[in-house]
């Protein structure tokens, strides 16, 4: 398993970013225990309807506030209360700040009775949370993921688990250089143009080739616009048979491991009429298509070596440029407007478009 000091990526181990965590019908008012950026995490839903993550342990005596079904607290429904979480050991009452509030047998709370939090956004029925190695707050958006979860005549994703992989997320975010992947993996021909573009915390990737399946003529040119919002969040919008959008995104549990899902919300209609249970079913066999055109990429994944060092060509795409704006993500924050002066700008792999296109 490789780790993050295998590549030479930064100082941390673990990068900057929004991450998801989980749907939103995985977080109930029944804490859950979960395993991210190499340690313990509990999530809780309070009585407001507001997420929350904490750190896993009390800091009382180190019992893990999820991992309990006999206590008394537990199988009396008392664990969380109002958006507080309770320790099932001592009863010890923690706000959503995380500071402690309440100990049932004595009036002194100690200053040092705090679980560490973490910042949470629930969007579009998915969970995610803030991670930052320095502890500071978030310096980027999160996405809203092109307005499409309410918009009239989308059908919403249905979130698709790809699986855990033994495979450092660099491995996966190169794919936004990797120009000679798409014929013999997605099906791609006749390409057309292929460049990156790197603005701050953003990097997009524009693409424009025939497909063998995803096209209705063999002329058609299927036109792409992929990005990724930080080290996690990919998005795609697609014009197809159906306009589509796109979301692909993985969170480290370990150094050197990562848990992967993919979404996809479809434009069945322009939103003046219902939308019918042909209309979801169309939409949910395109994302299963989207899925398995992914899961090409996984199968990759799953059974490649790590790559420290690729062996690139001129023509692969500029594998080291996307690395560099990587590496912004695993290093002090006060580096990063640096780090930008080197990588902002166009790279452009390839372009066969007349100069009046190009222009």
């Known amino acids: 398993m490789a780790k993050s000091s295998d590549y030479r990526l930064g100082e941390f181990d673990f990068p900057r970013g929004w991450f998801m965590v989980g749907e939103s ?29 904490t750190e896993a342990y009390c ?18 429904g008392e664990q969380v209360q109002g958006d507080s979480i309770r320790c099932p050991f001592h009863g010890w009452q923690f706000g ?28 579009a029925g998915t969970i995610w949370m803030w991670h930052d190695p320095e502890g500071l707050e978030p310096n980027f958006d999160l996405p809203d993921f092109g307005g499409h979860w309410d918009a009239p005549g989308w059908v919403r994703w249905k979130i698709d688990f790809m699986g855990d992989l033994d495979i450092h997320p660099i491995e996966v975010v190169d794919n936004m250089a990797d120009y000679g992947h798409f014929v013999p993996i997605h099906g791609a021909k006749d390409f057309v143009y292929f460049a990156n573009e790197f603005k701050d915390h953003i990097v997009h990737q524009y693409y424009a080739a025939g497909h063998r399946t995803l096209v ?80 090409q990429d996984v199968e990759i994944w799953q059974n490649k070596k790590a ?27 006060d580096k990063t407007p640096d780090m930008h002066k080197r990588t902002n700008g166009m790279h452009v792999t390839l372009d066969k478009r007349s100069s009046s296109a190009a222009a």
């Not at 225990?33 to 309070?46: E, I, K, P, T």
């Not at 800091?59 to 309990?68: E, S, V």
């Not at 995380?98 to 040092?112: E, L, R, T």
């Open 25 to 53: 019908a995985e977080a109930t008012t029944t804490p859950t225990a979960m395993r991210y950026f190499g340690q313990d995490l509990v999530m809780y839903r309070g009585e407001s309807g507001q997420v929350y993550v």
């Open 59 to 76: 800091p009382h005596m180190g019992a893990h506030l999820a991992k309990n079904t006999t206590s008394y607290i537990v199988r009396d």
């Open 96 to 123: 959503p700040d995380g500071n402690c509030k309440n100990i049932p047998y004595s009036d002194f709370v100690p200053k040092a009775a705090k679980l560490k939090t973490f910042p949470v956004i629930e969007r």
């Open 216 to 295: 209705q003529n063999p002329e058609d040119v299927l036109t792409l616009d992929t990005w990724y919002t930080g080290p996690s969040i990919l998005q795609s919008e697609m014009e197809g048979t159906f306009n589509s959008f796109i979301l692909i995104t993985h969170t480290p549990i370990e150094d050197g491991k990562i848990r992967v899902w993919h979404g996809l919300m479809v434009q069945v209609n322009d939103g003046s009429a219902p939308i019918t249970d042909e209309l979801r079913a169309a939409a949910l066999e395109y994302q299963e298509g989207s899925r398995l055109a992914f899961a």
């Open 307 to 333: 790559c420290i060092n690729p062996l690139v060509i001129p023509n692969d795409g500029p594998y080291g440029k996307v690395r560099t704006w990587y590496k912004q993500f695993y290093s002090p924050r």
